[in-house]
């Protein structure tokens, strides 16, 4: 394959991945009405790592000592990240969520300037940024009738946004190693559902005492029969799970990781900047969450922001 078809086949690779992303807010949204956000975390992710096992059913020889980026982009881009966005959405729109992580290439391109030294800030890119932060506070303010703010929910989806910021760092640098793109994803999942371990089994203790505060509640794991069985009965929640576990994490973060070697990790992370539209068109359908002028609006600045930011 030449450069040019290359790079048609990794902008194709982004713009699939980009295309999932904005659907899984609303997935997400619709499995919080029957699972925590720290359940749909561990099982989006283990469907996800078997799922790369059946698509590459290879070991692949990894350096000890590289051991500690997989563990660390794993703790960033899967369980922080993932979780910080989960419980997110449960307390503020999926649309909300969607154009406040769409700053992430903003805040990949500063955090690979200063720990890779990659050069990306200039005027036009700071210029854009402060759009950008303009526009979220504009969505952060999203209501009907009124002026509406979700402190919690916005600011962990900023929170978020800065972790994915570190992921795309470390693929960056995993990139570098040249590792089978599914095999170094799993293995980046095999640390994920490690870390999640013990935080499961903290969510079951949640469960056992009962646990009132919605915040705590985002980490309760339940492990009882008749409630799994009302639960995994619905097949809904099936699709919604293995739509996140297999297409959204396995295949689409090995997908991610092939485009950002081809075309580069900051180039690629501006398509993010597509999510939002994904995800508010079918919030609009799925879960009727109301297209308002002043989230339009504020959407409409956060992109415009990030197209500035990459003049």
């Known amino acids: 394959m030449n450069t040019r078809n290359q790079k048609g086949f990794a902008i194709a690779l982004a713009a699939f991945s980009v295309f999932v992303w904005g659907i899984t807010f609303v997935s997400t949204k619709y499995l919080l009405k029957d699972f925590s956000s720290m359940e749909i975390l561990f099982y989006r992710f283990l469907s996800a790592y078997l799922g790369l096992w059946l698509m590459h059913p290879k070991?692949?020889?990894i350096e000890m000592k590289d051991?500690?980026?997989f563990f660390l982009a794993a703790l960033s881009g899967v369980v922080i990240y993932?979780?910080?966005e989960n419980i997110a959405i449960h307390f503020t729109n999926a649309s909300n969520v969607s154009v406040i992580v769409s700053i992430c290439p903003l805040f990949t391109a500063i955090i690979s300037q200063i720990f890779l030294k990659e050069k990306h800030l200039s005027f036009w890119f700071i210029t854009g940024f402060i759009i950008s932060i303009t526009g979220v506070a504009l969505v952060c303010f999203n209501g009907n009738t009124a002026l509406e703010f979700n402190p919690l929910g916005d600011f962990l989806a900023l929170f978020a946004g800065i972790c994915w910021g570190f992921y795309s760092m470390l693929v960056s640098v995993i990139n570098r190693r040249s590792y089978n793109r599914i095999a170094s994803t799993?293995?980046?999942f095999f640390f994920a559902v490690l870390i999640m371990?013990?935080?499961s089994?903290?969510?079951?203790?949640?469960?056992?005492?009962?646990?009132?505060?919605?915040?705590?509640s985002?980490?309760?794991?339940?492990t009882d029969p008749a409630i799994n069985a009302a639960r995994f009965s619905n097949p809904f929640n099936w699709m919604n799970l293995l739509f996140l576990g297999i297409f959204a994490s396995g295949i689409c973060f090995a997908t991610w990781n092939k485009a950002c070697n081809v075309l580069g990790t900051v180039k690629v992370s501006c398509g993010l900047y597509l999510i939002p539209v994904v995800t508010i068109v079918f919030a609009f359908f799925a879960l009727g969450e109301k297209i308002t002028l002043l989230g339009a609006l504020g959407a409409g600045i956060t992109i415009v922001g990030l197209f500035i930011s990459e003049k």
């Open 59 to 61: 070991m692949e020889k």
């Open 67 to 69: 051991n500690l980026l």
């Open 82 to 84: 993932q979780l910080t």
């Open 186 to 188: 799993r293995r980046i």
């Open 197 to 199: 371990i013990p935080f």
């Open 201 to 216: 089994f903290g969510g079951h203790l949640l469960s056992l005492h009962g646990v009132e505060n919605d915040f705590l």
């Open 218 to 222: 985002s980490f309760v794991f339940l």
